[in-house]
């Protein structure tokens, strides 16, 4: 599991991508920029990823302060995800890649290969 201590700093390109390298971090986080969610919510929004590993990645990222998890004294469990500070600060660089895919999707895949 990474941890900010595992994170090189002299090089921030190199930090960026430990922190979200993942085929499942972007999905995540941006699934939490719209609010809290709670694991199965998250489960629901991201239905290809297992159990185990949105557990995986939802430590991780809790490991890297990027988002906060909140267990409530009840039963049963109530656990609950929000973005920290940090993490919400990734939301501009999420909305652009967001429409990078879009144009991507637009411009490459709809148009035919031309021979």
Not at 22 to 42: D, N, Q
Not at 47 to 71: C, F, S
Not at 79 to 89: A, K, P, Q, R
């Amino acid at each position: 599991m990474k941890h900010s201590k595992d994170i090189q700093p002299h090089c921030p390109m190199g930090a960026t991508l430990a922190i979200l390298s993942g085929k499942w971090k972007l999905l995540i986080l941006t699934h939490l920029t719209t609010g809290k969610k709670r694991f199965s919510e998250l489960q629901k929004c991201i239905p290809d990823i297992t159990q185990r590993m949105l557990t995986m990645q939802l430590r991780e990222l809790e490991a890297l302060k990027i988002i906060h998890r909140k267990v409530f004294p009840v039963i049963p469990p109530k656990v609950e995800y929000t973005l920290t500070d940090i993490g919400f600060s990734l939301q501009p660089v999420l909305n652009h890649l967001e429409s990078w895919g879009e144009h991507y999707l637009k411009e490459v895949l709809t148009v035919p290969d031309k021979v």
